[in-house]
C-alpha cells in the first residue's frame, strides 16, 4: 500500500507541474496549440492521479494499525469510482447524447 501511496503522489505531482507549465506557456503564448492540446488530453489522468494519491492517503490515515481493513478499503474504492465516473460524465456531457442547455452568454 505505501509503494502504491509513493507512485500515485509521484504521479500526480508530475502531471500536476506539467498543466501548471502548460498553462504558463500557453497563457504566454510560447507553444499555444501543443500547451492547449496537453491541457485538454491530461485532465482525466491528473484527476485519476489525484483521487489515487487522495483515496490512498485517506485509507491509510483511518485504516486500524496494524491490521488491513477490507471493508473501508472497499468502501473508499466504490465512492471514488462513483466520483471519478461522475467526472468523467461532466467531461464529455456534450459528446453524450445527453440534454444540452442553453449558453448563459
Known amino acids: 500500500m505505501v509503494t502504491l501511496h509513493r507512485f500515485s503522489a509521484v ?9 501548471f507549465a502548460a498553462y504558463l506557456l500557453m497563457h504566454n503564448g510560447i507553444v499555444p496549440l501543443e500547451a492547449a492540446w496537453w491541457l485538454q488530453r491530461a485532465d482525466l489522468p491528473l484527476l485519476g492521479s489525484a483521487l489515487l494519491y487522495g483515496g490512498v492517503s485517506f485509507y491509510l ?3 486500524p494499525r496494524g491490521a488491513p481493513s477490507r471493508v473501508l478499503a472497499l468502501l473508499i474504492t466504490l465512492f471514488l469510482l462513483g466520483l471519478f465516473a461522475f467526472l468523467v460524465l461532466l467531461n464529455f456531457w456534450e459528446a ?3 440534454p444540452q442547455g442553453q ?3
Open 11 to 19: 504521479l500526480f505531482y508530475l502531471l500536476g507541474i506539467s498543466f
Open 61 to 63: 490515515s483511518v485504516r
Open 96 to 98: 453524450l447524447p445527453l
Open 103 to 105: 449558453p448563459m452568454m
